[in-house]
């Protein structure tokens, strides 16, 4: 495996799980509070490379690449599945990183990465402190509608990820607002 220039605060492994290899950029302490950060289609765990840089103290950041992007196995994902093939992976990857229950991990996902992360934070709720979810792919907003959901049933199933003893879960949505102009005779 060739070298990338990455920052000598990065490390570069892979880690195998019974469902596949993963390729896996990490900075920080091994006992900090993990933060995994997934990224977008057409890209690798390398977009996240400044931040992992610059993860405050405290924190472990992990940036793996998905299934068939960066240097992880290029297996196929299950069309019937969807997001689920990413998320099972993902989840494999923190039994194997030892980031299980009671150490909850902050989701971070962009694009893509984004609907994987709200797949994962749907499947595995427990296993979740926070969700941040960046640029939002259309493509993860319209798989939660082929699955049955709206986005008000998204929210829903993350209801309580995060909070804190006392607070309440996420605000409603605003209602849409029709769009159409009113038809003039």
């Known amino acids: 495996m060739d070298k990338w220039d990455l920052s000598d605060r990065i490390d570069s492994r892979e880690v195998s799980t019974p469902r596949l290899a993963t390729h896996l ?15 977008g289609n057409g890209a690798s765990s390398v977009f996240f490379e400044e931040t992992l840089v610059a993860i405050p103290p405290g924190y472990r950041g992990l940036a793996p690449d998905l299934r068939g992007f960066g240097r992880s196995e290029p297996r196929p994902v299950d069309a019937t599945r969807g997001l689920r093939d990413l998320s099972d992976d993902l989840y494999d990857l923190m039994g194997a990183l030892g980031y299980a229950n009671p150490r909850k991990v902050h989701l ?4 893509l990465g984004g609907g994987v992360a709200m797949q994962y934070a749907i499947d595995y709720p427990e296993e979740v402190a926070s969700l941040t979810l960046s640029c939002l792919s259309h493509t993860s907003i319209r798989y939660g509608r082929h699955q049955g959901h709206d986005r008000h049933a998204l929210l829903a199933g993350l209801r309580g990820i995060g909070r804190r003893p006392g607070q309440s879960g996420f605000r409603s949505l605003p209602r849409a607002r029709s769009r159409r102009r009113s038809q003039r005779p």
Do not use: A, R
């Open 108 to 111: 971070v996902g962009w694009s």
């Open 25 to 39: 950029l990490q900075s920080g302490p091994v006992d900090g509070t993990p933060v995994l950060f997934v990224h």
